[in-house]
């Protein structure tokens, strides 16, 4: 077969293997796997000997992977929550990319640059990755959290900047990059001006046409395409939906492809369809969000570092340090708590995809040298690798903030977070009973529970479900119960049962690992897939696991002695009899069904 017509392979084969050998040798070291996904992007890009992938192909793949990301994070971020952080997120945005880009201009005055290469380069340091804040967030379980929401929705005001910067840089090129002063009069504040309000009422007429218009059409799409009954169909469909309008969002108004595909996500989050479109498009969300932070090491140069270390320092100092201060200055200023303060200055605290834009548009326009675009490439590798230890320091850095605030006389508007109303107010849980996943099952169990006036609490990550449940006044705790905090949050050392309701056998293996660290004795019930599920679960700390497959045999073979004539006396007392046959098996160690070792346990529909 001709070259040409594998290049796509060829790039992707080395890129991925590479990325898993190098990701996972990462992790046995206890650092963050997207470390090794950039230094796989290192290995294969134009910068190092060897091979050499296709960097036009490796962008655009990890377009794609930002569309899913963000297609996702619109998924379980409704308009509610949008709303609910405009008053920290909209100025605090604003306030934080014009200090990053003072900085930025600084430091490249220093170096003798021009004003408008200064003001490039500062933009291009003031945007953080909303890729990398999401994979980060989502590892440590506060995507669905007030602070969580906070800082994506910091990350979508910064987007929509980028933006409206991608379009003004042309007119602004010639006014500022011109040596001749009567440019820059009337004729040059015209073309400034048309272009800004031309941005704004395209962002503005974009916006409008997808929430009024969306909301009622792409639910419904969703909707046909769920009753055709075909699984490849559905996937499709929701495939069909955020590319759609994330491209459409670009061709017709300018939007930016991860904007478009954010608000395509908003839009599908008020169908009752959500949870599972977000489940069928998450393997293709993770493959290619790797596949982002590969394309990213391809592009870095490394021979920079030993060019100009000094200019590359300083860089990483302006974006891991001088940004991340700001932003805490900034959400403490505005009258929020430093857990806030420390989320917010962590996710700010690296650069990404719209950096690498605003870049290479620079450096085409004239604004900027290319050492500007190397000096950027290089500040975002290092800081995305920092990040999660930028993570690890605010975290310990929370509770001096935290006691040094109320030495000063306390948090006068702490209580702000509790208008997003994503958190379960915490109350002290005590003997009462915790029920992991509000689908079918567990919401059959918890209206047990509740109609019992049994003490409970569900722990559900799906937003929409979660709301439901409280709708009938069910207290829920939003979250991964398998991640730390979740189940401590929700008093698990203090219960006396948890049922794990979840669907998916993997994900039903991890909750019981956590919750038996939690508290070593408590009484677990596990719903079980099938007979083979059950019995690995048993031998893994389950004090019982329920399986579906085994109480629609007991059933079948009560009606079926029943059909044959047998009194039912006699059929119930047999079935019983194999019942208690069947867990007395179960609770024998080494029983055949164990000896086979763990079955596979593969994600299961609702």
């Known amino acids: 077969m001709p070259h040409h017509q594998t290049?796509?392979?060829?790039?992707?084969?080395?890129?991925?293997?590479?990325?898993?050998?190098?990701?996972?040798?990462?992790?046995?070291?206890?650092?963050?796997?997207?470390?090794?996904?950039?230094?796989?992007?290192?290995?294969?890009?134009?910068?190092?000997?060897?091979?050499?992938?296709?960097?036009?192909?490796?962008?655009?793949?990890?377009?794609?992977?930002?569309?899913?990301?963000?297609?996702?994070?619109?998924?379980?971020?409704?308009?509610?929550?949008?709303?609910?952080?405009?008053?920290?997120?909209?100025?605090?945005?604003?306030?934080?990319?014009?200090?990053?880009?003072?900085?930025?201009?600084?430091?490249?005055?220093?170096?003798?640059?021009?004003l408008s290469a200064g003001l490039v380069f500062g933009l291009a340091l003031s945007v953080a990755s909303t890729v990398v804040l999401l994979r980060a967030l989502d590892e440590m379980n506060l995507l669905d959290s007030a602070n969580g929401r906070i800082a994506v929705g910091w990350l979508v005001v910064e987007d929509i900047a980028m933006v409206l910067a991608l379009v003004v840089l042309p007119a602004f090129a010639v006014p500022v990059g011109t040596n001749d002063s009567g440019a820059v009069g009337q004729a040059g504040a015209t073309n400034l001006g048309f272009a800004i309000g031309l941005t704004l009422a395209k962002v503005g007429a974009f916006t409008a046409l997808v929430l009024v218009v969306g909301r009622r059409v792409v639910p419904w799409l969703l909707k046909q395409a769920a009753?055709?009954?075909s699984r490849e169909l559905f996937t499709l469909a929701v495939l069909a939906i955020a590319l759609g309008i994330a491209?459409?969002?670009?061709?017709?108004?300018?939007?930016?492809?991860?904007?478009?595909?954010?608000?395509?996500?908003?839009?599908?989050?008020?169908?009752?369809?959500?949870?599972?479109?977000?489940?069928?498009?998450?393997?293709?969300?993770?493959?290619?969000?790797?596949?982002?932070f590969v394309s990213v090491g391809m592009l870095f140069d490394p021979s920079v570092l030993i060019r100009d270390p000094l200019a590359v320092i300083a860089v990483v100092l302006v974006i891991v340090v001088g940004k991340a201060l700001a932003a805490a200055a900034i959400v403490l200023?505005?009258?929020?708590?430093?857990?806030?303060?420390?989320?917010?200055?962590?996710?700010?605290?690296?650069?990404?995809?719209?950096?690498?834009?605003?870049a290479e548009f620079?450096?085409?326009?004239?604004?900027?040298?290319?050492?500007?675009?190397?000096?950027?490439?290089?500040?975002?590798?290092?800081?995305?690798?920092?990040?999660?230890?930028?993570?690890?320091?605010?975290?310990?850095?929370?509770?001096?903030?935290?006691?040094?605030?109320?030495?000063?006389?306390?948090?006068?508007?702490?209580?702000r977070l509790s208008g997003f109303g994503s958190e379960e107010h915490q109350r002290k849980w005590a003997d009462h009973v915790i029920v992991v996943g509000a689908g079918r099952v567990g919401r059959t169990v918890a209206a047990a529970l509740r109609q019992a006036g049994v003490p409970h609490v569900v722990i559900e990550r799906d937003r929409r479900r979660a709301e439901v449940l409280r709708d009938e006044g069910t207290p829920v705790t939003r979250g991964d119960a398998a991640a730390r905090g979740v189940l401590e949050g929700a008093r698990a050392d203090h219960s006396r049962l948890i049922a794990i309701a979840v669907p998916d056998g993997y994900e039903a293996?991890?909750?019981?690992?956590r919750a038996r660290e939690v508290n070593a004795g408590v009484e677990i019930l596990v719903r079980a897939h099938n007979d083979?599920?059950?019995?690995?679960?048993?031998?893994?700390?389950?004090?019982r696991a329920i399986s579906g497959e085994q109480n629609a045999g007991l059933a079948m073979a009560e009606a079926t002695l029943s059909g044959l004539?047998?009194?039912?006396?006699?059929?119930?007392?047999?079935?019983?009899?194999?019942?208690?046959?069947?867990?007395?098996?179960a609770d024998v160690p080494g029983s055949p069904e164990e000896m086979h070792g763990a079955p596979e346990l593969r994600p299961h529909q609702e």
């Open 509 to 513: 293996r991890r909750v019981l690992e």
């Open 565 to 585: 004539g047998l009194s039912r006396t006699t059929a119930t007392s047999t079935v019983d009899a194999l019942q208690h046959k069947q867990a007395k098996t």
């Open 532 to 543: 083979a599920d059950r019995m690995y679960l048993l031998s893994h700390g389950a004090t």
């Open 247 to 292: 491209y459409g969002s670009a061709e017709l108004f300018g939007v930016s492809f991860a904007l478009g595909a954010f608000f395509a996500g908003v839009v599908l989050s008020e169908s009752e369809l959500s949870h599972r479109a977000a489940t069928e498009s998450l393997p293709l969300q993770d493959a290619f969000a790797v596949l982002f």
């Open 227 to 229: 009753r055709a009954g």
């Open 333 to 358: 200023v505005l009258g929020y708590p430093p857990s806030t303060a420390v989320i917010v200055s962590a996710a700010l605290a690296q650069i990404g995809e719209f950096s690498f834009m605003l």
């Open 7 to 114: 290049e796509l392979i060829a790039m992707l084969a080395p890129g991925v293997v590479l990325a898993f050998g190098l990701g996972l040798i990462a992790r046995f070291l206890r650092l963050p796997p997207l470390i090794g996904y950039l230094l796989a992007g290192v290995a294969i890009g134009p910068n190092t000997p060897g091979f050499i992938g296709d960097v036009g192909l490796a962008g655009q793949i990890s377009e794609l992977g930002v569309i899913l990301l963000m297609f996702g994070v619109g998924l379980h971020f409704s308009l509610n929550d949008l709303l609910a952080v405009r008053r920290i997120a909209v100025p605090g945005a604003i306030i934080q990319i014009a200090g990053a880009t003072a900085m930025g201009t600084v430091l490249t005055k220093a170096w003798g640059w021009d």
């Open 362 to 415: 620079g450096v085409s326009l004239g604004l900027m040298p290319t050492e500007g675009r190397d000096l950027i490439l290089a500040g975002a590798l290092l800081s995305i690798t920092l990040n999660p230890f930028a993570f690890a320091v605010a975290t310990l850095a929370e509770p001096r903030l935290t006691k040094l605030r109320a030495g000063a006389g306390g948090d006068a508007q702490a209580g």
